[in-house]
């Protein structure tokens, strides 16, 4: 009899743990930052916004008062400089519950720390549009129910010091890579240095309109913000590049490979080395 006391006793101990847990979250730390950013795709699911949970993400922080955008949306020019500003919103699934759903939603900083962790929200529905749908919403409820209030931070407002460690190293030998390759470029007798110059008046609407052509026509790439530049996405979703910035606006290096990316008269390009000749392709980027 004491044996089963003692388990009852342990079972609500713990049950009881679990409640406060879930009732005392520190959702007041979001009001540091000013910006949500929901990804394409969640890890436990095989499709980007497969049920459309992501865009309900996206959606219930809009309508509840935080400013959320999709990682492919354009993003304003504070943010772009600065993604410390923003914290990624990562849907997870909860581990047990035999016959329910249970998703927590994770909010991460810059620096891939988790900052806070949403109450778990359950569902019980067979269908998995309609559970995954419904356990986001009770999992919402620990922001939806929180006065939102933007208060900004020292810290965040300016790129952490992990993020920025010797970024001014960095960004000077990126410049440096750039300026070497365009220089190689230009000493390559087979290369035709017009194809790296910029489009003159006389010559713009033509190429304007090749470009547009060409850019049409090419596979849509979505370019992802990562630490010191961005990802670039095809619909697969599969990784196509890796973009690194550079100290020249809408200029990029491509990683592990002799080519910048680089937008000219409101188009991209992706310019490629191979120390024999050139080639330059118009890309069909969405940042």
Wanted: hydrophobic content about 35%; aromatic content about 12%; glycine content about 4%.
């Amino acid at each position: 009899m004491k044996h089963i006391i003692l388990i009852l006793s342990l079972s609500f101990f713990f049950s009881f743990n679990g409640v406060s847990q879930e009732e005392h979250v520190n959702v007041e730390v979001v009001d540091n930052y000013k910006y949500i950013i929901v990804p394409l795709k969640y890890e436990f699911l095989s499709d980007a916004d497969q049920y459309q949970i992501n865009s309900l993400t996206k959606f219930l922080f809009n309508k509840y008062g935080y400013t959320a955008f999709m990682e492919n949306d354009p993003f304003p020019d504070d943010l772009r400089n600065n993604r410390c500003l923003a914290l990624k919103a990562e849907v997870v699934k909860d581990r047990g519950g035999f016959l329910s759903t249970k998703l927590i939603i994770n909010l991460i900083d810059c620096n891939g720390q988790l900052v806070v962790a949403s109450k778990v929200g359950k569902s019980r529905e067979k269908e998995f549009k309609i559970s995954y749908n419904l356990a986001l919403r009770k999992a919402f409820e620990t922001f939806q129910f929180y006065k939102y209030k933007y208060k900004p931070d020292s810290k965040n407002s300016t790129p952490s010091s992990t993020m920025n460690n010797n970024s001014s190293e960095v960004k000077e030998k990126q410049a440096q890579m750039v300026q070497a390759e365009v220089g190689t470029l230009k000493e390559d007798n087979k290369v035709d240095e017009r194809a790296m110059l910029p489009i003159t008046e006389s010559s713009s609407n033509n190429n304007n309109e090749q470009s547009k052509t060409i850019a049409q026509n090419a596979k849509v790439l979505f370019a992802q913000p990562i630490a010191n530049g961005f990802q670039v996405v095809d619909t697969a979703p599969q990784v196509v590049m890796i973009l690194l910035e550079t100290p020249k606006v809408n200029t990029f290096i491509v990683k592990d490979q002799n080519a910048i990316v680089y937008k000219q008269d409101g188009f991209w390009y992706l310019s490629k080395n191979d120390g024999k000749s050139t080639s330059i392709e118009t890309l069909n980027i969405k940042f």
